[in-house]
């Protein structure tokens, strides 16, 4: 089920930041340390009573050079369309002010409902502020502290109240969700497009899960898929969806519902840094990835083409070494019939479940290949592995003390099952736990 989505707004300084990381708490932490990847702090799960949500601080979507009023709408019309409910932050040290009413004309024209919290109410004698922020006309003002923590239970109580129903709609575990990803250009409308169009392609559904949110839906050779639409593809002007932050904003949201991503490369102008941190995200979310390398047909053919593109990307994305790389070109066409077996191996294996005595064997075999490390004199010992989960796939690796248990030894571990049970196209994930 898609978890219901709040955003944060108000004019600069009320408190936006604070109070997204206060509601956002230690969940963000930093799993894996992927060099090139930094964390956007605009976009987070957070949870309150058992209802998990996602919050987005729309104070970190900065347009440009814009002026402030500007940069103020833009951020409350990401809100309208991205939020299901919306926080609107106003200071209480200052009351009312111009700018907070030029951000309330905006929210009355939307249809989302708005929660009106009262920031930098310190104390109990300050509560007596709030009452003029009755005229803004949202109803009851929450006063909160983002700084001293006051408040927040009832606001999340409100906002929780307003998360509009969902029904309960099974998901088809046979259908392939997936999603391309990319930064602006590289040819994600294009190459939605060419699938679409593809030969024997039967396109059955195009539903608006939201206002906003177009999906695809389609067979090919008897497999079900649904391509979720990212990042502006067919809507565009709007000055915030040219700007980084949103795209990455959009990109996050179209990961957490697929199944596989495809994380778009431009061949003609080559891997940038925003490749990276776009395809991080991916990987972090344990979906499966392929890489989609677009434009080739920009690229002067010769035999060692693909070789040297590949020692490339292999190069900046070490990060994803799991993931296969499909070369094509959406305009032409060349090569996209190559891309859809790749997403069905990928979801095959992200899905993939190994039985227990095999998976143990592995282990025993690589255990006599390359024995346990020992530190300050003690031997790691390994008893067994089992796997947990799926998507991606995730083992539990029991061992006599899992301090023992050095990345590195981990690292090899994961390279033995790769080798074994051929997990192209999925991160996999192996924990160590104690078992004496
Ligand atoms: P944003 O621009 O809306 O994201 O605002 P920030 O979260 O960056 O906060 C702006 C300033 O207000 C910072 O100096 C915060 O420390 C301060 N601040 C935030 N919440 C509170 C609060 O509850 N009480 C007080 N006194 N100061 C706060
Ligand atoms: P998006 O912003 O990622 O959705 O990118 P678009 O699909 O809008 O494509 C951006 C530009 O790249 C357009 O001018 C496309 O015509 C062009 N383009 C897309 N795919 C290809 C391709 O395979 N080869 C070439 N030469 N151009 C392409």
Do not use: C
């Not at 906003?212 to 969806?241: L, P, W």
């Not at 089992?386 to 994961?414: G, I």
Request: glycine share 6%; hydrophobic share 40%; no cysteine.
């Amino acid at each position: 089920m898609r978890s219901s989505v709040v955003a944060i707004v108000g004019r600069p300084n009320v408190g936006k930041s604070t109070i997204f990381n206060r509601l956002v708490g230690e969940r963000i932490s930093i799993v894996e340390d992927i060099p090139g990847v930094t964390r956007d702090r605009i976009y987070a799960k957070a949870e309150w009573l058992n209802t998990t949500f996602r919050l987005i601080d729309t104070g970190g979507i900065e347009i440009g050079d814009e002026p402030l009023l500007i940069q103020m709408r833009e951020q409350a019309e990401v809100a309208i369309r991205e939020a299901d409910v919306i926080i609107f932050l106003a200071n209480g040290r200052e009351g009312i002010t111009a700018a907070d009413e030029e951000v309330a004309k905006i929210l009355y024209k939307s249809n989302k409902p708005i929660v009106l919290a009262i920031n930098k109410v310190d104390n109990p004698e300050m509560r007596e502020q709030i009452y003029e922020f009755y005229a803004l006309g949202f109803g009851e003002p929450h006063p909160i502290s983002g700084t001293h923590g006051l408040g927040l239970g009832d606001l999340l109580d409100s906002v929780v109240n307003q998360f509009p129903e969902r029904e309960n709609v099974p998901v088809d575990e046979d259908v392939i969700h997936f999603s391309v990803i990319g930064r602006p250009n590289v040819g994600k409308s294009s190459l939605v497009n060419t699938i679409v169009n593809e030969d024997r392609v039967i396109v059955s559904d195009i539903a608006g899960t939201t206002r906003d949110a177009i999906d695809t839906s389609f067979s090919k050779d008897d497999r079900d898929f649904v391509i979720i639409d990212t990042a502006g593809m067919r809507k565009r002007g709007k000055i915030y969806e040219t700007t980084e932050k949103y795209s990455i904003l959009r990109a996050l949201k179209a990961i957490e519902r697929s199944d596989v991503v495809l994380t778009l490369i431009d061949a003609e102008t080559g891997i940038i840094e925003q490749d990276k941190k776009i395809a991080g995200y991916a990987h972090e979310a344990g979906r499966a990835v392929v890489i989609v390398v677009n434009k080739w047909d920009t690229i002067k053919q010769h035999d060692k083409a693909i070789k040297e593109f590949e020692d490339n990307v292999r190069a900046h994305f070490q990060f994803l070494d799991y993931a296969p790389i499909v070369y094509l070109s959406a305009e032409t066409k060349k090569r996209v019939h190559t891309l859809l077996p790749k997403v069905v191996q990928a979801s095959e294996n992200h899905t993939k479940r190994v039985e227990t005595n095999v998976l143990n064997d592995v282990i025993m075999d690589a255990l006599a290949i390359n024995p346990a490390p020992s530190k300050h004199g003690k031997k790691l010992k390994v008893l067994y592995a089992t796997q947990v989960a799926v998507k991606p796939p995730t083992f539990v690796v029991f061992v006599n003390d899992p301090d023992l248990m050095h990345f590195s030894y981990q690292r090899f571990l994961e390279n033995q099952i790769r080798e074994a049970f051929g997990f192209e196209g999925t991160p996999i994930k192996i924990y160590a736990r104690k078992r004496s």
